[in-house]
């Protein structure tokens, strides 16, 4: 408890200034803040969850959670009982981020406002889906989200490839294979072939990167696809997303 209470009393330092501490709360920022809360919300929210609504299903991850409801009147119950929860633990629920949402699909054909929602990186909606029999239906599925999609763009072009020409193509795969392997590990999950749209932006800077390396290509923008797109097709290996189909385009 000493270490504890040094933790979250103790003055904060961030770009050379000291910051004192409020007295209620964990620190921004501090090592420690991540962990007091998940232990925290694990006595307000997931316990009291376990003994007040047993029979409902629900996630929870850091301070972001959903939970599953049989109808609209009992998701409004659960949320006033959780309102007056947190409430009771000093906590309040983020009243723009807190919704409810109809998981419309093939048994569930009502029309509501709301029907789409957002969880650790995935898009959950209404979509088209097909059947073993190859017949299509409406299922509630979830894919990679939007702002997911422009972190992943977001961050190979942080990567600046045009700007490491002296090294090689191996050499950018082994330096980067690591991460793309992660966004293929989680957000290819479900719904792959949204996150394989994305990833050929990548491709698509290497195509840039190809140019800028060899001389004989600069302005010829077809050559260089075509170029990577053989170098692809020989070592479909080198690159973790070319592994799964996710080849230049030499059109």
Same mark, same amino acid.
């Given at each position: 408890?000493?270490?504890?209470?040094r933790?979250?009393?103790n003055?904060?330092?961030?770009?050379n200034?000291?910051?004192?501490?409020t007295?209620?709360?964990?620190?921004?920022?501090?090592?420690?803040?991540?962990?007091?809360?998940?232990?925290?919300?694990?006595?307000?929210f997931?316990?009291?969850? *376990?003994?007040?609504?047993? @029979?409902?299903?629900?996630?929870?991850?850091?301070?972001?959670?959903?939970?599953?409801? @049989?109808?609209?009147a009992?998701?409004?119950?659960?949320?006033?009982?959780?309102?007056?929860?947190?409430? *009771?633990?000093?906590?309040?629920i983020?009243?723009? &981020?807190?919704?409810?949402?109809?998981? &419309?699909?093939?048994?569930?054909?009502?029309?509501?406002k709301?029907? *789409?929602?957002?969880? !650790?990186?995935?898009?959950?909606?209404?979509?088209?889906?097909?059947?073993?029999?190859?017949?299509?239906f409406t299922?509630?599925?979830?894919?990679? +989200?939007?702002?997911?999609?422009?972190?992943?763009? +977001?961050?190979? &072009?942080?990567?600046?490839?045009?700007?490491?020409t002296?090294?090689?193509?191996?050499?950018?795969?082994?330096?980067?294979?690591?991460?793309?392997?992660?966004?293929?590990?989680?957000?290819?999950?479900?719904?792959?072939? *949204?996150?394989?749209?994305?990833?050929?932006?990548?491709?698509?800077h290497?195509?840039?990167w190809?140019?800028?390396?060899?001389?004989?290509?600069?302005?010829?923008?077809?050559?260089?696809?075509?170029? !990577?797109?053989?170098?692809a097709?020989?070592?479909?290996? !080198?690159?973790?997303?070319?592994?799964?189909?996710?080849?230049?385009m030499?059109?």
């Amino acid at each position: 408890m000493l270490y504890i209470k040094r933790w979250l009393t103790n003055p904060v330092s961030n770009n050379n200034m000291i910051t004192k501490n409020t007295e209620n709360g964990t620190p921004q920022g501090g090592v420690i803040s991540p962990l007091l809360a998940n232990l925290f919300l694990n006595f307000a929210f997931d316990k009291w969850m *376990e003994r007040r609504f047993p @029979n409902n299903k629900w996630c929870r991850y850091a301070d972001d959670g959903i939970i599953h409801c @049989n109808t609209r009147a009992e998701a409004i119950f659960i949320l006033n009982c959780l309102k007056e929860r947190m409430k *009771e633990c000093k906590l309040e629920i983020h009243s723009g &981020k807190t919704k409810i949402i109809y998981c &419309k699909d093939i048994n569930r054909k009502e029309n509501h406002k709301l029907h *789409e929602f957002t969880f !650790l990186g995935y898009s959950f909606r209404p979509r088209n889906a097909k059947g073993s029999s190859g017949s299509s239906f409406t299922s509630f599925l979830p894919v990679i +989200s939007n702002k997911a999609k422009k972190h992943i763009r +977001s961050t190979i &072009k942080s990567w600046y490839l045009l700007h490491q020409t002296q090294i090689t193509l191996a050499e950018i795969a082994e330096k980067y294979n690591v991460v793309l392997r992660g966004w293929l590990n989680y957000y290819g999950f479900y719904g792959k072939n *949204e996150l394989k749209k994305v990833l050929h932006h990548m491709n698509n800077h290497l195509v840039m990167w190809v140019i800028r390396k060899f001389d004989k290509l600069k302005t010829k923008k077809m050559k260089a696809r075509k170029l !990577l797109n053989k170098i692809a097709k020989e070592k479909p290996n !080198l690159f973790s997303y070319w592994v799964v189909g996710v080849l230049p385009m030499t059109g």
